[in-house]
């Protein structure tokens, strides 16, 4: 390598290294109060975030920071692929995987045309009926990624993290008590636990405090849901070129680099030659680089911004989430 190659990138290392240390200590702080108080992680994140807001103005940090919420936020999705194989969804048979496939369809469809009927963007419809319908703040946080740039992305894609993460920890609480009060089978509760509720952990907590066969079923229909999350940005990138290249003239790719890696890292982990401790390690780096991304967005935002947006945007959320709970019950009735 060059001296000038390597010049640049000591100099773009110093650049980008006081945003992303302050990101990191702040996703550290971040879960260090999630596993002593039992909240959501990307919640504490945001919130303790948004407290350093200061420090994405103009300073040291500023690039950083920029790089942190970027290209790190598309390299934790790219890895949650790992955490998926096609055994995994095989094993339920087709009904389950059926009724994934509507249930992510007909939510994100319904709440485009939620989000137009309140007067926001379809984009902004499709951001919080993805994060409702696949797997919460990490579907947000992919979706952003993906969607075209616009004035009111970042505080949209903040506003549904926030929004997800609180109806999620909701969910946990209330909808173990739904399956029981509807005297549902532990593994037709596992299937509704994994259907309804939003982020991963949330499923998993919900549904071993039920049983362990619940737990189980729960966390796989999660995990199908989780693979949805690919065809949805496929869509999302599909929709951005549609849009009309950027000013520069680039058209975005069809299929974002980071989608590409999620799709190979699911197929490599089907194949069972990843040793248990590697998948876990892999797991645990895209939580991480979630969680730093999310720290790194919450500096980017005011909360006045965030206070601004009225209450529509929060009955939409709502209403996306009592919808979904509805459409799984129905299709459960009707034998999915």
């Known amino acids: 390598m060059s001296t000038i190659a390597l010049t640049r990138i000591h100099s773009r290392t110093r650049e980008l290294a006081p945003g992303f240390v302050v990101s990191l200590i702040v996703a550290a702080a971040a879960s260090f109060l999630s596993e002593h108080y039992g909240a959501p992680v990307m919640l504490f994140a945001l919130l303790l975030g948004m407290a350093l807001n200061f420090l994405a103005g103009d300073g040291a940090c500023k690039a950083g920071i920029e ?18 194989t096609l055994e995994q969804i095989a094993a339920l048979g087709w009904k389950p995987v059926a009724l994934v496939v509507i249930v992510v369809v007909v939510t994100i469809g319904v709440s ?7 007067g ?4 902004f419809g499709m951001l919080t009926g993805g994060a409702t319908a696949i797997c919460g703040a990490s579907a947000a946080l992919a979706l952003a990624a993906a969607l075209p740039n616009h004035p009111q992305k970042e505080r949209a894609t903040l506003f549904t993290v926030i929004g997800v993460s609180a109806l999620s920890t909701l969910a946990m609480i209330v909808y173990p008590m739904i399956a ?31 049983s362990t066969e619940t737990g189980d079923t729960a966390t796989v229909i999660k995990l199908m849901r989780v693979a949805m999350l690919l065809p949805v940005i ?30 190979i890292l699911a197929c490599i982990n089907s194949t069972g030659w990843i040793a248990p401790v590697v998948q876990g390690s892999v797991n645990d780096l895209s939580r991480w ?41 129905l299709l459960l009735r009707w034998g999915l």
């Not at 935002?301 to 009592?322: D, F, N, R, S, Y």
Request: some cysteine.
């Open 112 to 118: 485009v045309i939620a989000a137009k009927a309140l």
């Open 289 to 329: 680089c979630l969680v730093v991304s999310i720290s790194a967005l919450g500096m980017k935002t005011q909360l006045k911004e965030l206070a601004a947006v009225g209450i529509k945007p929060i009955l939409l959320m709502v209403g996306e989430t009592v919808f979904l709970v509805v459409l799984v019950l």
């Open 67 to 84: 790089f942190t919420a970027r290209t790190v936020l598309r390299i934790g999705v790219a890895l949650l692929g790992m955490r998926i």
């Open 234 to 263: 496929v869509c999302a990138a599909m929709i951005t070129r549609m849009q009309g290249a950027d000013p520069a003239g680039k058209r975005p790719p069809l299929l974002p680099w980071f989608a590409v890696g999620f799709l």
């Open 120 to 123: 926001f963007q379809r984009l």
């Open 180 to 210: 029981n009060w509807l005297s549902l089978s532990p593994q037709v509760a596992g299937v509704f636990l994994g259907a309804t509720i939003h982020d991963v952990a949330q499923v998993v907590g919900a549904g071993y405090s039920m």
